[in-house]
């Protein structure tokens, strides 16, 4: 059967998608992986994947053609790392960055519709028989963060935020009122049925992967951390700003959108490590407690309505909660230090 063929919408079988890694692994090139303890001698085929995060939307300049409105930038942390690693004798041939700013989990294996009709096809086509590596992260977007966003925040519910994707849960709750609808009832149970959601799609991302690209290393970047433990942080504007980091989302939300976040990071590590073959999580929360959107001159993350370096027209675009560039850098720092440790296994 012809890889086109398998490159189906129809979710693999688990079965399936396992028995084609089992078979891969008896028969597929001898990967580089080297000798233990030394950089690979050859070029690792690589494939980076997936949303915002890995895309670096905010930072300027990036990709123009037929992707521009996925907002990638051209020195996004896969490019970063990718240089980074050069310099401590490990290449990485990059056969793809499909990394797109508004992508769900699913549109590993659908094709991406972007603003003014634009479309990408599937994140999985780039994977090749003979790519050894993958890297990306994915799960913000389908867990629905930017609705738990507007939410919380009249200013994100307005119309000139439209580029944020999605709309809040319940508009007919108040921004106001937010922690105790995602704490209760209808908003609880909306939490949970997210959860369980990314969860499952993200083991299907993962077994797709390693039945595309059998000998593949599959690495899950987590989301870094935006809340601070200590949200009184959170009431003063970073240097040079006026609004708050999260504008004019309530205090008493700020932990529950942390836990949130906490969240998304243990349903991450989890696919992780229970995925056949396993896969490597880069746990970007854990290590990221001083870098948040509310820690002034060290923050990583761009605030709310921050301006970013990117511009419509003389409008400038928010950072909506995404890394700066300290922040991309210590994306960077932590998938090549992930990298190198699996390449020198």
């Known amino acids: 059967m012809s890889s086109l063929m398998h490159k189906t919408n129809t979710p693999l079988p688990r079965r399936l998608a396992a028995a084609a890694i089992a078979l891969g692994s008896c028969l597929a090139l001898a990967g580089p992986t080297g000798s233990a303890g030394a950089a690979p001698a050859d070029p690792v085929p690589t494939v980076f994947f997936g949303d915002s995060y890995t895309a670096n939307f905010g930072i300027a300049p990036f990709q123009e053609g037929d992707r521009t409105l996925c907002f990638q930038a051209k020195e996004n942390y896969p490019a970063v790392a990718t240089r980074s690693l050069a310099g401590k004798g490990i290449t990485l041939d990059v056969q793809a960055d499909v990394s797109c700013g508004g992508a769900l989990i699913h549109h590993f294996w659908l094709e991406q519709e972007l603003p003014l009709g634009a479309k990408v096809p599937p ?3 780039a ?15 389908t867990l629905g963060f930017t609705r738990i966003l507007k939410q919380c925040s009249d200013k994100l519910r307005g119309p000139e935020h439209v580029l944020l994707p999605g709309a809040p849960v319940n508009a007919d709750e108040p921004a106001a009122k937010c922690a105790e609808f995602f704490e209760s009832g209808d908003g609880k ?70 836990q949130v976040q906490k969240r998304l990071n243990e349903v991450m590590k989890k696919a992780a490590a229970d995925i056949e073959g396993g896969a490597d999580f880069v746990d970007l929360y854990a290590s990221t407690g001083g870098n948040t959107a509310c820690d002034g001159a060290d923050r990583g993350i ?31 720092e932590k998938a090549a230090a992930t990298v190198e440790q699996i390449l020198n296994r």
């Open 189 to 258: 149970k909306w939490l949970d049925d997210q959860f369980e959601q990314v969860g499952t799609e993200l083991e299907e991302v993962l077994e797709r992967i390693g039945y595309f690209s059998p000998d593949a290393k599959r690495v899950l970047v987590g989301y870094p951390r935006l809340v601070p433990e200590d949200t009184t942080k959170c009431l003063t504007p970073a240097p040079g700003q006026t609004e708050l980091p999260f504008a004019d989302v309530p205090q008493d939300a700020l932990p529950v959108l942390d």
């Open 127 to 141: 994977l090749k028989y003979d790519t050894q590596l993958t890297v990306g992260s994915m799960g913000g977007n």
């Open 123 to 125: 994140q999985q086509e």
């Open 302 to 332: 761009g605030g709310l309505l921050e301006d970013s370096q990117l511009a419509l027209g003389d409008y400038k675009l928010p950072w909506y909660a995404h890394p700066n560039e300290k922040g991309r850098d210590i994306q960077a």
